[in-house]
């Protein structure tokens, strides 16, 4: 049996670092959101001739005043990326065809257009956000009703250490926020509550099954009684998530990788930080002895 | 937990067999109707263009507002009430009365049977606001007359966006409402929507109008620019003819000047007074204005009688062929804005399409792999589900028909992933049953029953995500929700079907066998 609830108080404190700090970030750098929750255009191309490459692209392009633009490579030397700020420009896809076929000939395959308006925009980020707050409502009540209310915090706690944490490193690494994120975010709250729930689930059990041993040492039984399920399913669900981050093609990538922090997070938290809570609420058998009836 | 009757195990298979069966109906064409269903691709997938428009209903309130001032003077000369100052500004029209009827006015608005003032019973409100201060009415349309509006238009304009669309002849667009004022246009297989925008950009609102020196016109007059040339004309706003009394347009070659022109037909009223115009203004000049835009004034030389005519103003046989169209489908009610647009070339989906075959493939091996290794028998088992767990969640998704989406595919893949789940916690349960349980068949049994409730909760908490991303996301995400969602129906199928069936099958043979798992 590992001793997890020897480090209880040391992976609380990084815990609460690792919180202050990605809030740190999430307030001073903030978020690098795409146009999807910023407006604007944006532009996948693939060109044909192997000279072109992002420098003359994007001397070409700023030539034509579309104000602050950013090329990039997408995956690979052929395939490019242009974004910019589109201030109500509306034929101006149709114009920077024109012009690219003019300096560099009819060499541009355009893969994808999208442009989102600033009200549209702005719609999608609050939809986004009331998303994952109902999601935190509904999982708060959820495992009130299953559960008594020490639990549903010390979940939620999780939850929101998890969300916090994985939208910070995106900060840091100043990855790009869109609506596939979104959908990372909210699937990483159920599988963060999944893997919680199970442990809980143990610990509930436990606290019937052993009226003598406290929180702090049954907590731990139950952490090591449910490990390698934790263990396992994680490696599956990442051998899945990995298999998208390395083969799911450039699309996928922001979206895996955002899965693939969560899932480490999510593991990490329903250990170290669901439990903890319970400890530091002092749950004990009389807790759950009022919710047996309701079983 | 471990028996399973004849009936059930036949009636599993059966099941299991059906959806098989119509998952393959993607690979194979069927004959039978009911069996030819197949999983439609998202736009993300095959290529193709997402509109969102919105309708600026600015001008159609305002036109609204204007026409209402002329209804309120004849209806209230009607009644013998002297109103006066009526005027429209700030999108507000107001006017005043004296004192004696004041009472009667405020009570014309307020009446629930009041024909200037419509009241809807159904939303306990009237179609305008109306403010009175200091003898001044003011009139502006209440939140429930503006919806009105605006419904309205949404349905115009959808009208005439669909027969647009029909008239260029794009296989199966789908356009749909969205709120009251937009309208979603999803158009399968275009990767250049250049042409498509360029037409739902324009009103197309064409007018007959005579070009006029007189400022002093009894109808108004105001300065419009030419299509072509930023020269201007001073245009009567009297309008002879509108897009309305039109038939028929058509793109035809000008044999006489070698010119693309458009040829029109008028409807009967419409070949009345053109033939009027055209006799009355012999040597005038007739301006044909579309959208606040001259595109030509030809001078009126003869009566045309005929009820058909010519446009012409330098027109490419391209540019001709669209404003044919646009005057047959008719004119928008108010001008149309594309919000959002979202556009995948047909290349990029298919490359997408096999990345994501890709990735589920590689990502179903690692974790067919890894259970295997970890379970041996019982990981076979468990594989065997999951192989009929991806056909049931194709299988589902194409009997509804549901769209599949690129992240639609990340969702199966996850669903591979996190599908082993269940039976990972049975098995582990039961591998900690028999450390005090001999017998084989009671520690499988109560492994099954005690790991029941985590499952259950652990599958909700997800399936809650999924639903909650279903309802909030659109297009993609929601072929991601969908995904997600179904597979936590087909993974508890195959868990509690399959697998234990499997599994009940396996231990019953081999009950007396120590260490089985």
Do not use: C
């Amino acid at each position: 049996m590992i001793a997890f609830n020897k480090y209880y108080n040391q992976f609380n404190l990084i815990s609460i670092s690792l919180v202050v700090i990605s809030l740190f970030f999430l307030v001073f750098k903030g978020l690098n959101f795409g146009i999807d929750f910023k407006g604007g255009t944006l532009i996948e191309l693939r060109s044909a001739d192997q000279k072109i490459n992002v420098s003359s692209l994007r001397d070409n392009l700023n030539q034509m005043n579309l104000g602050d633009i950013s090329v990039k490579n997408f995956g690979n030397q052929k395939d490019f990326l242009i974004k910019f700020e589109n201030n109500d420009n509306k034929n101006v896809i149709e114009e920077i065809k024109i012009n690219l076929d003019k300096s560099f000939g009819n060499n541009f395959n355009f893969r994808r257009v999208e442009n989102v308006g600033p009200k549209v925009s702005a719609e999608l980020l609050k939809s986004g956000v009331i998303a994952i707050s109902v999601a935190l409502v509904l999982m708060l009540i959820y495992i009130w009703i299953r559960f008594e209310w020490q639990f549903s915090l010390g979940a939620i706690i999780a939850l929101f250490h998890d969300v916090i944490v994985t939208l910070g490193l995106f900060s840091l690494l100043g990855l790009e926020i869109n609506l596939s994120i979104i959908a990372a975010v909210l699937t990483i709250v159920g599988y963060s509550m999944n893997d919680t729930v199970v442990i809980f689930d143990r610990v509930r059990e436990n606290l019937r099954k052993y009226s003598d041993i406290k929180i702090f040492e049954l907590s731990n039984i139950s952490i090591n009684e449910t490990l390698s399920r934790t263990l396992i399913t994680s490696i599956t669900t990442l051998l899945a998530l990995l298999s998208i981050f390395f083969f799911g093609g450039e699309i996928l990538k922001g979206f895996s990788l955002a899965m693939i922090f969560g899932v480490v997070f999510g593991t990490y938290s329903s250990i170290y930080i669901a439990n903890t809570i319970l400890v530091r609420l002092n749950v004990s058998q009389k807790t759950i002895l009022k919710e047996d009836d309701k079983i | 937990m471990l028996y399973f009757s004849k009936l059930r195990i036949i009636f599993i298979s059966l099941i299991s067999l059906l959806f098989i069966l119509f998952a393959s109906s993607n690979l194979f064409k069927f004959s039978n109707e009911l069996l030819d269903k197949k999983i439609n691709l998202g736009l993300d997938l095959q290529g193709g263009s997402y509109l969102l428009l919105e309708i600026d209903n600015t001008p159609v309130i305002e036109q609204k507002l204007q026409n209402l001032s002329i209804t309120l003077k004849n209806y209230f000369k009607e009644k013998n009430v002297r109103i006066s100052n009526l005027k429209f500004k700030d999108q507000k029209l107001s006017f005043s009365v004296n004192d004696e009827f004041k009472n009667l006015v405020l009570e014309e608005f307020s009446d629930e049977e009041s024909d200037i003032n419509p009241y809807y019973q159904r939303f306990k409100s009237h179609q305008l606001d109306v403010v009175e201060e200091n003898n001044v009415f003011t009139i502006n349309y209440s939140k429930q007359g503006i919806i009105e509006i605006k419904t309205s238009s949404q349905d115009q304009a959808l009208e005439i966006v669909r027969r647009r669309i029909d008239e260029i002849g794009t296989n199966e667009p789908n356009i749909l409402k969205r709120g009251n004022d937009r309208i979603l246009v999803e158009l399968p297989g275009l990767d250049d929507p250049m042409r498509i925008k360029s037409l739902l950009g324009k009103t197309a609102n064409l007018t007959f109008r005579f070009v006029t020196n007189d400022t002093e016109d009894s109808f108004g007059a105001e300065k419009l620019q030419y299509e072509e040339s930023s020269e201007e004309s001073m245009v009567s706003k009297r309008i002879i003819l509108s897009g309305d009394n039109l038939l028929d347009a058509q793109p035809r070659m000008n044999n006489e000047s070698n010119e693309t022109v458009v040829s029109f037909t008028l409807d009967r009223v419409g070949a009345k007074r053109f033939g009027k115009a055209t006799s009355t203004g012999i040597g005038k000049q007739l301006a044909i204005v579309l959208d606040g835009k001259i595109i030509s004034a030809p001078i009126i030389r003869d009566t045309i009688a005929s009820g058909s005519g010519q446009i012409s103003g330098g027109f490419t046989f391209q540019s001709a062929t669209d404003l044919a169209l646009l005057l047959r489908s008719g004119a928008l009610p108010a001008p149309l804005n594309i919000i959002e647009e979202r556009t995948v070339g047909p290349d990029l989906g298919q490359d997408s399409i096999n990345a994501g075959m890709i990735a589920l493939f590689i990502g179903f091996i690692l974790v067919i792999l890894f259970i295997f290794i970890k379970y041996k028998v019982f990981g076979l088992i468990t594989n065997i589900a999951l192989i009929v767990n991806l056909f049931l969640l194709i299988g589902v998704l194409t009997i509804f028909e549901a769209t599949l989406t690129l992240p639609g595919i990340a969702g199966i893949i996850l669903t591979v992933g996190m599908a082993v789940d269940a039976n990972v916690l049975i098995f582990e349960r039961i591998k900690e049953e028999l450390r005090n349980e001999k017998n084989n068949l009671i520690a499988f049994d109560s492994g099954y029953t005690k790991s029941r409730t985590a499952i259950l909760d652990a599958n909700i908490t997800t399936l809650l995500a999924a639903i909650i991303l279903f309802f909030m996301g659109s297009g993609p995400i929601k072929g991601f929700s969908l995904t997600l969602g179904v597979g936590i129906f087909t993974t508890l199928f195959s868990v509690y079907f399959i697998a234990r069936l499997l599994t009940v099958l396996y231990v019953s043979k081999n009950r007396e066998k120590e260490g089985l798992i």
